[in-house]
């Protein structure tokens, strides 16, 4: 059984650069949500994938958008970099309807904005 | 937005003793979720309790919920080095058919040797 893994796992932009953050699924997973985490702070949900479609969204900007691909492996895409989107990145993936499960999560990305 | 609190902020015990962190959230909730984070990296699922379930056990670890006062602890037993880390609780509700999770603010813990 693979877990989540994500990548880069480092990243370093410009402002006003355009980032892709990927992301692997666990084996049998079936859904993916991504989360922002400022330093410091606990982990803030961007929005959750499923059947390629995104199935809910936190309070973040249009510019923060997603995929999710065939296999379930999925991409966090940000536009229009602004400094206080440096932060750590992550990906969990689960089981729709799986009420009785956690997140498995990846290490995630962290990404510095300049 | 947060939707739970943890207290305290941060802990700070020795090798051996308990520690016990609290979270306290706002809405109606499926289950509660504990997760531990070490060093900024990846959340580690430590354990789930339902909402019809007021206290659950795993290993060194016991969970409590309370639904009325809509309060939730961890307690870990005979702490060691290896448990400094954040904990964070999370909390399940349906949307949209599926569950989503929305994570406090954490509690970093640091053990003494």
């Known amino acids: 059984e693979t877990g989540v893994t994500q990548s880069p796992t480092h990243l370093i932009k410009t402002r006003g650069q355009q980032v892709t953050l990927r992301c692997s699924s666990q084996?049998?997973?079936?859904?993916v949500s991504w989360y922002q985490q400022a330093l410091g702070q606990g982990p803030q949900f961007i929005f959750q994938?499923?059947?390629?479609?995104?199935?809910g969204r936190g309070n973040f900007p249009p510019r923060f958008s997603g995929l999710q691909f065939p296999n379930y492996s999925s991409e966090l895409n940000v536009n229009a970099l602004e400094l206080d989107d440096s932060a750590l990145y992550l990906c969990?993936?689960?089981?729709?309807?799986?009420?009785?499960?956690?997140?498995?999560f990846g290490s995630g990305t962290r990404l510095t904005v300049v | 937005s947060q939707q739970g609190e943890e207290d305290p902020q941060a802990l700070s015990i020795q090798e051996g003793e308990n520690a016990t962190m609290n979270c306290s959230y706002k809405?109606?909730?499926?289950?509660l979720q504990w997760y531990r984070q070490n060093s900024g990296r990846g959340l580690v699922h430590l354990i789930l309790?339902?909402?019809?379930?007021r206290e659950k056990h795993s290993g060194r670890l016991r969970v409590t919920l309370d639904t009325s006062k809509k309060s939730s602890s961890l307690l870990i037993t005979a702490s060691r080095a290896a448990d400094t880390a954040s904990y964070f609780c999370?909390?399940?509700?349906?949307?949209?058919?599926?569950?989503?999770?929305?994570f406090g603010t954490g509690t970093r813990l640091k053990v003494l040797a």
């Open positions: 969990a993936s689960s089981f729709l309807f799986s009420a009785n499960y956690g997140y498995t």
């Open positions: 084996s049998g997973h079936n859904t």
């Open positions: 994938y499923y059947r390629e479609e995104e199935n």
């Open positions: 809405t109606s909730i499926n289950n």
């Open positions: 309790i339902r909402s019809n379930e």
């Open positions: 999370a909390t399940g509700r349906p949307t949209s058919g599926t569950y989503k999770y929305i």
